[in-house]
């Protein structure tokens, strides 16, 4: 079991007003529905009306984690419901094992450019736009089912391309990067997330995207 800071969570006209102790060593990790100011900034940017998932069907994250500082931060997160409770299971194991996460905010603070996101190290997981390879076809995060961790650090290659533009240091998978995900026993990202039934990016044939994990039913 996983400890979680006592909150005390109000709701008043649809606003979540949080008291909490004093920030510590000790995770911090709860799902509410999409705050209605947090809505009026997905809306025309993450989320748009043509989206497969309705708006009361994402939950917002709160999620404490250790940055590339040594410090303990708190970042947030969209994802569908149904895989809301599991994410901050997983999210409390990084943190336990002080796997390192140098940012994370919704992709709307990038006006859900992924490729800003991406060359910004920010992990992210909910926005409607198209497959990468495939246009035309609605990707995984417009399910809010995928995510991605440190896509600087584990980018998206496929032959010459690689994503983020920024990331041409991190191609060379034989390195010790800060962050980084390998399929290694002792790479606690990758356990958590693939003992939860996720598939990585990074075993996929004729591409590689190591930042990228999706909830496989």
Known sequence: MYR?????VLLLASQVVICEEKLSCTFVGYATTIPMDVMRVMLGRSWKPECPVPLQDLRYLTLSHWGFDDQ???GHMVVHKDIAEEIIEIFAELFEHKFPIERMEIIDEY??????????NNSSAFCFRANTTTPGVYSKHSYGIAIDINPRINPYIKGDLVLPRNAEEYVDRSGHYKGMITDTPDNVCYQAFARRGYA???????????QHWCKIY
Request: aromatic letters at 14%; glycine letters at 10%; zero cysteines.
């Open 111 to 120: 006006d859900a450019d992924d490729e800003r996101s991406m060359e910004d």
């Open 72 to 74: 303990v931060h708190i």
């Open 200 to 210: 990585w990016g990074g075993h996929w044939d004729g591409r590689k995207d190591y």
């Open 4 to 8: 979680v800071m006592n909150l005390f």
